[in-house]
Nanobody
Framework: QVQVRESGGGLVLPGGSLRLSCECTLPGSTSIYGLGVGWYRQAPGKQREMVATKAGWGDVAYAESVKGRFTISTDNGKNVVYLQMDNVNEDDTAVYFC?????WGQGTQVTVSA
């Protein structure tokens, strides 16, 4: 059974940076290498939207609103998916969810406010 847990959320000032982590536990100590992973977010009153995805073969995609500011990466040895968030703004305030091979975490809150 795949288990996913996000961490790293919190309060950050506009223009600041934050790094989210997503720790994955896979059956049989399997690596996340080759699996599709992604970060999504849901702001109050809005639908969940894609932020960044990384396909099993390595292709990366970003929402237009975060291109050039956010970076998705993986540490296959530690089974961790990261989302580096730079130059954040108030529109980035949301609960951020990680997904690994179709399994979702519970989310971590990111609040951008002065």
């Amino acid at each position: 059974q795949v288990q996913v847990r996000e961490s790293g959320g919190g309060l950050v000032l506009p223009g600041g940076s934050l790094r989210l982590s997503c720790e994955c536990t896979l059956p049989g100590s399997t690596s996340i290498y080759g699996l599709g992973v992604g970060w999504y977010r849901q702001a109050p009153g809005k639908q969940r939207e894609m932020v960044a995805t990384k396909a099993g073969w390595g292709d990366v995609a970003y929402a237009e609103s975060v291109k050039g500011r956010f970076t998705i990466s993986t540490d296959n040895g530690k089974n961790v998916v990261y989302l580096q968030m730079d130059n954040v703004n108030e529109d980035d305030t949301a609960v951020y969810f990680c997904t690994v091979h179709g399994t979702w975490g519970q989310g971590t809150q990111v609040t951008v406010s002065a």
